[in-house]
């Protein structure tokens, strides 16, 4: 095949975002996806052969970052792009009583927190007028490349010089506040703004979500700040996840239908085992079949690890490069448990398995900060997993039923830690038995849990490495820590979206801006490659 301009290399939603922009610019575009589906963790599947008519979001569950603006330029909502706010953070106690936290009623929200603390209740609109503040500054760098930091080239100076007015509305207390977020741990954070352990614990938790560290880790509060960003139907609160109509596969369906209405090539089952370069360039890709396909520009969308060390030769690049991609973190401990129930948890602190506000957000498992601390620390330095997991959980069928039939729910479960060496064997047994741990913590604060569970799918960061080529089993393609952020990610230098190959640009979640669904990687790859000019506009598919 050597009538192509551009080759992507992986079918997961940012390899879509890349593929469909390139082809609405006129580019002769292929995506190669070597699983036989496309979308990457962004899927729907159903795993259950007894369950036929229950499907599960099996990897990601909810969406929050996209930006509406890749929504409305792939028509992504012309092809099935439906998304549902949900509803409420809820975490309910041992002792039974329960925080809940309404995006659209602060009076509910108030009394909710009053009481465990009435100050906590007066200062949580001070909270998050501060941190929509920060973010409000923030989040138009989520939509920039970052520059070259030190680098003395004119053209890098004033990049440089262009970021640092981007960030201008901040003033002097909000550069102090925006460094706090960057260094300290949510646990310091917290204690600043609430005197309640149990008001803490519900504001951590956007904290913790996929990282590799504990509340009391430093670096923990950015997490935070880069989940706060996000929203989804222009909702005027801090946060808002929905989940899409059709699970999260519906979103990989609407970007695939976009990429190839502009006329880009899907191709499954083709799976890339090298990248072919002459001269320092980029020339083309060679499959596990053998196949050779040829094109002057790739985007390159998976981990850095199997791009710039397995499908690439060291010798090609940069040896202080090769060393940062060798450096790269990519721990998880995070294990995905997508529960099928015959009926809504009936929890003690609000009784009913009728279906309530509660049961439409997120619904948490973690007692306090010392209980999220502890899990870590099970994984981290005892290597064993979590005795009692922290669980980010949802139950997208309480919005969308076309997931299960009446009567039936699905719970779904982001559960942390397992130990990090986990990704390199199954651990079945242990994993079976964590899974246990989770059920019957849940049915100390909703009774009925246990005895409602139908059958569920465990899955660990062995299978998220085989399956998905996340290395570590980590959903960002890279630990969000202080080191590996912004200008660092993935490597001082090149954290443009270019790469040491002239020709090749990386649109991966290992990228600035990378981490949730929000294809502002891919979308900022092919940009990178049209500035180049390495993206011949041709005429435009309307169709």
């Not at 741990?437 to 799918?457: C, G, H, K, M």
Request: charged letters at 20%.
């Amino acid at each position: 095949m050597s009538d192509l301009d551009a080759i992507v290399i992986g079918g997961g939603h940012n390899g879509l975002v890349a593929g469909a922009y390139l082809a609405r610019e006129g580019a002769r575009t292929v995506v190669l996806e070597g699983r036989d589906k496309v979308g990457g963790c962004v899927e729907t599947s159903a795993p259950f052969p007894e369950l036929p008519d229950v499907r599960v979001s099996t990897y990601s569950y909810v969406v929050s970052l996209m930006p509406p603006f890749i929504i409305d330029q792939l028509r992504l909502r012309k092809f099935g792009y439906d998304v549902t706010p949900f509803g409420p953070y809820y975490v309910p106690f041992p002792d039974g009583r329960a925080i809940t936290i309404f995006g659209d009623d602060p009076k509910k929200t108030y009394d909710s927190v009053a009481q465990f603390s009435k100050k906590d209740a007066e200062a949580l609109s001070h909270w998050e007028e501060w941190l929509h503040g920060v973010t409000s500054v923030v989040a138009p760098l989520l939509h920039a490349a970052p520059p070259k930091i030190g680098s003395l080239a004119p053209g890098d100076l004033l990049a440089t010089a262009r970021t640092a007015w981007r960030s201008r509305g901040l003033g002097v207390r909000g550069v102090g506040d925006l460094t706090r977020l960057f260094s300290m741990s949510i646990s310091d954070l917290l204690d600043r703004w609430f005197e309640s352990e149990q008001v803490k614990t519900v504001m951590m938790v956007d904290g913790l979500i996929g990282q590799w560290a504990g509340p009391d880790e430093p670096g923990t509060a950015y997490v935070l700040l880069h989940h706060s960003i996000g929203s989804v139907g222009g909702a005027s609160h801090v946060v808002n996840w929905g989940f899409p109509q059709g699970g999260m596969g519906s979103v990989a369906d609407a970007l695939r239908a976009s990429a190839e209405a502009s006329g880009c090539q899907i191709r499954t089952g083709a799976r890339v085992v090298k990248i072919l370069t002459s001269s320092g360039s980029f020339r083309g890709v060679v499959l596990d079949t053998g196949e050779e396909i040829h094109a002057p520009t790739g985007v390159t969308c998976v981990h850095p690890e199997i791009t710039f060390r397995r499908l690439l030769e060291s010798a090609d690049l940069p040896t202080e490069f090769v060393a940062d991609v060798e450096g790269w973190k990519s721990r998880s401990g995070v294990v995905k448990i997508n529960v099928v129930l015959s009926e809504l948890p009936d929890f003690i602190a609000n009784p009913g398995t009728d279906l309530q506000p509660h049961h439409t957000g997120s619904v948490e498992l973690c007692f306090d900060r010392e209980y999220a601390e502890r899990a870590f620390q099970d994984a981290h330095l005892e290597r064993r997993a979590a005795v009692r997991p922290f669980v980010d959980g949802a139950i997208p069928t309480t919005i969308d039923r076309h997931l299960a039939p009446d009567g039936v729910h699905v719970f779904s479960m982001f559960s942390q830690w397992v130990p990090e060496s986990w990704s390199a064997e199954p651990h079945r047994e242990e994993l079976e038995a964590y899974a246990d741990r989770i059920i019957d913590l849940y049915t100390e604060l909703a009774p009925n849990f246990r005895a409602s569970v139908i059958d569920r799918q465990v899955i660990g960061p062995y299978d998220m490495e085989q399956e998905l080529g996340l290395i570590g089993g980590n959903i960002f393609h890279g630990e969000l820590s202080i080191d590996q952020l912004f200008h660092m990610r993935p490597s001082p230098g090149y954290a443009d979206y270019r790469t040491p190959i002239s020709g090749l640009y990386h649109g991966s979640s290992a990228t600035h801006a990378g981490g949730g669904v929000n294809g502002i990687p891919g979308w900022q790859a092919f940009r990178a490659a049209k500035r180049d000019r390495a993206v011949p506009r041709r005429r435009r598919n309307s169709s």
